[in-house]
C-alpha cells in the first residue's frame, strides 16, 4: 500500500509538471519528451529513471496528459557533471525533451543550472541537497528560473537531524562532545556546519 501511494504521489507531480508542459503549441498526438539524466550504476541514482517510468506509465495509462502520452529518454551521467552536461545538451537539442530531471549528486546539478537556462529548458533535482542551488535561483531568478530543486536542502537537513537528535544527544545522554564526519561535497559542507552549530 505505501508503494502504490508512493508512485500515485510521484505521478500526480509528473502529471503537474507535464500539464504546465501540455499547454505549449505542440499538436495533441507529439509525446511529452522527459529526460532523465541520473547515476546508473548507484541505487539511488538507477532509482530515479525507474520511478519516472513508474510515473509516466501511470498517467498513460490514464490517457496521459490532453491525450499526449510521456515518453521517458535516460542518460547516464556516470557520476560526472562533464557527463551529465554532455545528456542534457543532446536531449534538449538532438532529443528534443521538453523537460529534464536530473541527479541526485549536487555537484551535477550545479553543473547543469547554466545549461538549463540558456537552453530555457525546465530541470528538476529530485535529490541534490547543495543550498546553492536555492540560492542561485533566489539570488538571479530572471536566469535560474528553469532549475527547479525538488528535495531539502542541506541546511534544512542539518536543522531537522539537530531538532530530532539535540535534545535526546545533549540532555539525556549527557553528551559532551560530538565528531563530525563527512565527505567533502557541495551538499555536506551547510550539514557540517548546521551540525556545528546544534551539537557540542
Known amino acids: 500500500m505505501p508503494m502504490e501511494r508512493s508512485v500515485s504521489s510521484r505521478a500526480l507531480a509528473l502529471l503537474a509538471v507535464a500539464g504546465l508542459l501540455g499547454s505549449t503549441q505542440a499538436r495533441a498526438a507529439d509525446p511529452i519528451r522527459i529526460g532523465v539524466i541520473a547515476e546508473a550504476q548507484s541505487v539511488v541514482g538507477a532509482s530515479i529513471p525507474q520511478a519516472v517510468q513508474l510515473a509516466a506509465d501511470e498517467i498513460n495509462a490514464q490517457g496521459g496528459v490532453d491525450g499526449r502520452q510521456i515518453q521517458v529518454v535516460t542518460y547516464d551521467d556516470k557520476s560526472s557533471a562533464s557527463d551529465a552536461v554532455r545528456a542534457f545538451q543532446r536531449a534538449v537539442s538532438e532529443d528534443k525533451v521538453n523537460l529534464v530531471i536530473a541527479s541526485y549528486i549536487s555537484e551535477v546539478v550545479l553543473a ?36 527547479f530543486h525538488g528535495y531539502l536542502t542541506s541546511a534544512a537537513l542539518a536543522q531537522s537531524i539537530c531538532d530530532s537528535t539535540k535534545d535526546m544527544l545533549i540532555d539525556l545522554m549527557k553528551v559532551k562532545t560530538a565528531a563530525i564526519m563527512s565527505e567533502d561535497a557541495a551538499w555536506t559542507r551547510p550539514l557540517d556546519v548546521g551540525y556545528e552549530k546544534c551539537l557540542p
Open 112 to 147: 547543469l543550472m547554466p545549461w538549463a537556462a540558456r537552453l530555457k529548458t525546465p530541470m528538476i533535482t529530485p535529490g541534490a541537497a547543495s543550498n546553492e542551488i536555492s540560492a542561485a535561483v533566489h539570488k538571479d531568478y530572471a536566469r535560474n528560473k528553469y532549475t
